[in-house]
């Protein structure tokens, strides 16, 4: 039994210490090759086509900018002589006069000013009254600019769209 392994162990070394032929190798080789299989090589996708679309031609919007002249016919533009622009609550004193004064009021109920701007003088004033003609309340709102950041004292009605005291 002894020998029978040995004989096996001198077998298998002399087997592994045996250089193979480089036609053997070139052989090997070649077999290895033909037996990959081939990847294919990355193409790039098909397409689309481009579809022809809808394209609407483009709205043209004018735009047309109007300054409002004082229109002396209206009564809402009926021109303010008196108006005192040194304090606020002058100015809010006076359209109240003001708008009690005109054809369709019966009374005024009081006059709320808004600021236009936080840090300016000039503001926004809602003079609400009562109606002759059906006894509800409305407004008659104006904006009234203060000599200030170039601006000049001056009073527009928006109800009218007119200036009462253009600027000057």
């Known amino acids: 039994m002894k020998r029978l392994s040995l004989l096996i162990v001198v077998l298998a070394l002399s087997a592994c210490s045996s250089k193979p032929s480089e036609s053997a190798i070139q052989t090997v080789i070649a077999q290895t090759q033909a037996s990959w299989t081939l990847i294919p090589t990355q193409t790039p996708f098909p397409t689309n086509t481009p579809q022809p679309t809808y394209t609407p031609n483009p709205t043209i919007v004018k735009?047309?900018?109007?300054?409002?002249?004082?229109?002396?016919?209206?009564?809402?533009c009926k021109p303010i002589t008196n108006m005192n622009y040194s304090d606020n609550s002058k100015v809010a004193i006076l359209l109240q006069a003001y708008v009690s004064q005109l054809p369709d009021v019966q009374s005024v109920s009081f006059v709320i000013p808004e600021k236009l701007y936080s840090n300016t003088l000039s503001q926004l004033y809602h003079v609400t009254y009562i109606s002759r003609t059906d006894g509800k309340v409305y407004s008659k709102r104006f904006?009234?600019?203060?000599?200030?950041?170039?601006?000049?004292?001056?009073?527009?009605?928006?109800?009218?769209?007119?200036?009462?005291?253009?600027?000057?």
């Open 143 to 168: 904006i009234v600019y203060m000599k200030e950041f170039g601006w000049k004292n001056a009073v527009f009605s928006i109800d009218g769209q007119c200036w009462i005291d253009p600027p000057h």
């Open 63 to 76: 735009i047309i900018i109007q300054t409002p002249t004082s229109n002396f016919t209206d009564s809402a």
